[in-house]
């Protein structure tokens, strides 16, 4: 990834809490608990796993800047989901912390010298090493990927 790359990257990632709320600010609080299936997530819990993985991604990040090769946490979200009861949880509150643990890790990530983009975590999950550009990758699409879960589960909602 040359640096040009990163810095897009870097950006996107950036962009994505503004793009949740003004999705959120779009989406009908009456449908936050509708699934378009017992298998998929409704809005709550989708927003309720956003602040679990922000605070993952945050720890995972710093890992591999701070000590580079360690291994970090590996978790399930579908068994987080249920064992945490996602939506007994407060969305208010998973939203306050998605806010700031990503402007956190942006605050870090776009003030990184060059020589921390090479370094990784060991994910025991994966059972190999992951960059710090890959981590970047991943999250960087996360937010939105969950945007586009949120609009069709209002074009569900809507149908129905």
Same mark, same amino acid.
């Given at each position: 990834?040359?640096?040009?790359?990163?810095? &897009? =990257? $870097?950006?996107?990632?950036g962009r994505g809490w503004s793009e949740l709320m003004e999705q959120l600010a779009h989406t009908p609080r009456e449908m936050w608990q509708f699934k378009p299936s017992p298998a998929d997530w409704s809005v709550h819990e989708m927003v309720v796993?956003?602040?679990?993985?922000?605070? &993952?991604?945050?720890l995972r990040c710093r890992k591999a800047v701070a000590q580079s090769g360690s291994a $970090?946490? %590996? =978790?399930?979200?579908?068994?987080?989901?249920?064992?945490?009861?996602?939506?007994?949880?407060?969305v208010e509150d998973a939203l306050a912390l998605i806010r700031l643990v990503r402007k956190m890790t942006y605050d870090l990530i776009r003030t990184l010298p060059e020589a921390a983009w090479t370094h990784t975590y060991f994910h025991p999950e994966l059972q190999e090493q992951v960059p710090l550009e890959a981590w970047l990758m991943t999250y960087a699409a996360h937010i939105p990927g969950h945007i586009q879960q $949120?609009? %069709? &589960? $209002?074009?569900?909602?809507q149908a129905r």
């Open positions: 990834m040359t640096p040009e790359e990163r810095t &897009n =990257y $870097i950006e996107h990632y796993h956003m602040a679990d993985s922000e605070t &993952n991604s945050y $970090i946490m %590996g =978790y399930d979200q579908d068994v987080w989901s249920i064992a945490l009861d996602y939506h007994q949880r407060e $949120i609009r %069709g &589960n $209002i074009e569900d909602w």
